[in-house]
């Protein structure tokens, strides 16, 4: 008897899919119309000892209990704030995540969209396409990138990647996160705000969850200032959104560079009316290589848990 699986979503690795229908039984929800999915679940709740979900959708407590027979629950993604411990924790059901296959992909992407930002990509490549090249329509002059600032706020395996790649740009670094990271040659900010005060861009790597909730608040944009852009990897829930629209509104901060929202798929329409954001939807690990990757850790830690092995890659 193949263990009974929920696979909350479809990972682009045509690999990955079948490696799941071959070593599971697997209950394939995102196959099924949003408005179904409940009554979907419900049906063949009683048998599922093992759950794949992503970053973003995790595993809420209601879905857990729901599951008497659950023993594991593998992320597809580094994030694990939407996984609700403590409803795991008292019945032993263990956690994967994805760390280190993903990190040079969301690197890349932050260091995309700084520049993105920095040059005004969006915003030029609308100029050429609209024709306005031709009718002498002048270009506002960018600010270069060598020399100045770029805040890290966490510094985990994201953070310094970034930092590592925005090193080879001329850019001088800092970061802050609350414990003090050992061997590294970055120097650490007394603050959040003493980070954004002394940057001028402040690239947002740092966990999500109710410890940094709201933390890049309006006074730490305030502190970012009107020349100051912020570039968001993470999770949105890290921003106070509207005061992140309002600071981009009336130039109290200059730019923002966005992969991560407080409440995707949904976007502010006061945010994608702005001029002076750049807009991704959640993708920095969107490639073929990082999520064929992601997926085969997922199989593996599945794998490795109903065949009492050691997991690869346990949440501790
Ligand atoms: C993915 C992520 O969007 O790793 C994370 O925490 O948010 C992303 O890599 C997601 O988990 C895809 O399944």
């Not at 580094?78 to 032993?92: C, E, K, S, T």
């Not at 603050?191 to 608040?217: E, F």
Request: proline share 6%; with cysteine; glycine share 10%.
């Amino acid at each position: 008897m193949k263990p009974e699986i929920l696979v909350m979503a479809a990972s682009p690795s045509a690999s990955v899919m079948a490696q799941l229908d071959q070593h599971f039984t697997c209950h394939h929800v995102w196959r099924v119309p949003a408005g179904e999915r409940a009554a979907f679940i419900a049906g063949v709740a009683a048998t599922v000892r093992g759950v794949a979900t992503t970053g973003m959708a995790g595993i809420g407590a209601a879905l857990a209990a729901q599951l008497p027979q659950l023993e594991i629950v593998a992320v597809n993604g580094i994030g694990v704030d939407a996984v609700d411990f403590d409803a795991l924790r008292p019945r032993g059901i263990r956690v994967t995540n994805t760390p280190g296959v993903l990190t040079d992909d969301v690197a890349d992407l932050a260091v995309a969209l700084l520049l993105s930002a920095s040059r005004r990509i969006p915003t030029l490549d609308t100029y050429v396409r609209a024709g306005q090249w031709q009718a002498g329509v002048p270009v506002k002059p960018a600010r270069a990138l060598r020399g100045k600032v770029a805040g890290i706020y966490g510094f985990g395996r994201i953070g310094q990647a970034v930092a590592a790649r925005l090193a080879a740009f001329g850019m001088q670094l800092r970061y802050w996160q609350p414990n003090v990271k050992a061997g590294v040659d970055v120097p650490r900010a007394a603050s959040l705000a003493d980070l954004a005060q002394g940057s001028d861009y402040l690239v947002v790597c740092a966990p999500g969850g109710a410890a940094t909730k709201g933390t890049v608040d309006a006074a730490v944009l305030e502190a970012l200032g009107p020349e100051g852009t912020l570039v968001n990897i993470a999770r949105g829930s890290l921003v106070d959104e509207p005061a992140l629209v309002a600071a981009l509104a009336n130039g109290r901060l200059g730019a923002a560079a966005l992969d991560v929202f407080a409440d995707e798929p949904a976007v502010p329409a006061a945010l994608t009316a702005l001029p002076n954001v750049v807009l991704t939807p959640h993708v920095g690990s969107l490639t073929v290589e990082t999520r064929h990757a992601m997926g085969q850790l997922v199989v593996d830690n599945l794998l490795a848990h109903f065949a009492g092995r050691p997991l690869l890659t346990p949440v501790a």
